[in-house]
């Protein structure tokens, strides 16, 4: 069974710092992996996207890796930002024919100004 | 473009009641359709999952029900809410390889 795992569980860093969100699954057996970003009482943003195939993604400040063998990922932000403050959530996809995303508990992340 | 339409956005119904929270999804065909629940403080949950229109799964047993009655919408029910049926509720689309969400449903049940 697919467990996702995010370490920490919450974090707090102050404007301007670089910070890693870490996330690790049980089966290597995946289709993809997701980050996601949810504000309080909001739904999920879908941040980035990582193939099974693939090892990296980046999309502005945010860099996204994957290392399937291992069964890990990383989220790295660069020069963090008030705004950044959020839950961050990875989820893989399980490759059936349900690609159901498995989450984990999230990283909650606080950047003060 | 895609969109997904998730309604309503809060929800306070009495034990005992009814529920429908719909959900559909725009601009695709024939995608994968999701329901989570997040309890408070809690990561997400998958209640169910269906591959076609008349075909779900279910992830967990419990109160609820979902059915798709068209290809695109997604409905989520039960005939009798507990207080444990408070939470967060998702609906998901995908057709691959990109999963969406859309804004939720927070449910409190009285």
């Known amino acids: 069974k697919q467990e996702v795992t995010q370490i920490p569980a919450a974090l707090s860093v102050p404007e301007g710092e670089n910070l890693v969100l870490n996330c690790s699954f049980t089966?290597?057996?995946?289709?993809?992996l997701q980050w996601f970003r949810q504000d309080p009482g909001k739904g999920l943003t879908s941040l980035l996207l990582?193939?099974?195939?693939?090892r990296e993604q980046t999309s502005g400040r945010l860099n996204a890796s994957l290392d399937k063998s291992s069964g890990r990922s990383t989220l790295y932000i660069a020069a963090s930002q008030p705004g950044d403050s959020a839950t961050y959530l990875c989820?893989?996809?399980?490759?059936?024919?349900?690609?159901?995303?498995?989450f984990g508990s999230g990283t909650r992340l606080l950047v003060r100004p | 473009s895609q969109t997904i339409h998730q309604w309503p956005a809060t929800l306070v119904q009495p034990v005992g009641s009814p529920l429908s929270l719909e959900c559909t999804v725009e601009?695709?065909?024939?995608?994968?359709l999701y329901w989570y629940r997040q309890a408070a403080g809690r990561g997400l949950q998958l209640l169910f999952y269906?591959?076609?229109?008349?075909?779900i799964s279910s992830e967990v047993p419990q109160n609820l029900s979902a059915s798709r009655p068209q290809d695109r919408q997604f409905i989520l029910s039960s005939k009798k809410l507990l207080l444990s049926d408070s939470g967060f509720y998702l609906c998901?689309?995908?057709?691959?390889?990109?999963?969406?969400f859309g804004q939720g449903t927070r449910l409190t049940v009285v």
């Open positions: 601009g695709t065909s024939n995608p994968n």
């Open positions: 998901a689309w995908r057709t691959r390889p990109e999963a969406f």
């Open positions: 269906s591959v076609g229109i008349g075909q």
């Open positions: 989820a893989v996809s399980l490759m059936d024919s349900s690609y159901k995303l498995i």
């Open positions: 990582i193939q099974s195939s693939q």
């Open positions: 089966d290597s057996a995946i289709y993809n």
